[in-house]
């Protein structure tokens, strides 16, 4: 693949902008959706022309299901950059905090000048 002498080099991490995102996405869905005719036209050939009935039905069951195909392709976007995920670790000390306890009889009680 060559580089045009004018297009700069990326040297960072930012991400690829929406339009030349959504024109890769729109390159994608027209190339898997060319396809579709050919291999219809293909099968059209090889039934009428050489009887070869199973190869069109074989070619013809393979061209349904591309347009489903296109889309989700199309509308897929960009993986998502490889994060550090936050795992346990046994060797971190947990922090602890005294609760103070209710001696033993102790009640504690609520007030009952409120309506309930």
Known sequence: MRRHASSPVLITGAAVSPAEEFAARRRRYSLIMSLRIPC?????????????TVAAAVLVMASVPLPWVAVLIANDGPPRKAEKVARYRDDRALETRSVPALEAGQVIDVPTDRAA
Do not use: I, R
């Not at 219809?40 to 070869?52: N, Q, R, S, Y």
């Open 40 to 52: 219809l036209v293909v099968a059209g050939v090889l039934a009428l022309g050489f009887g070869w």
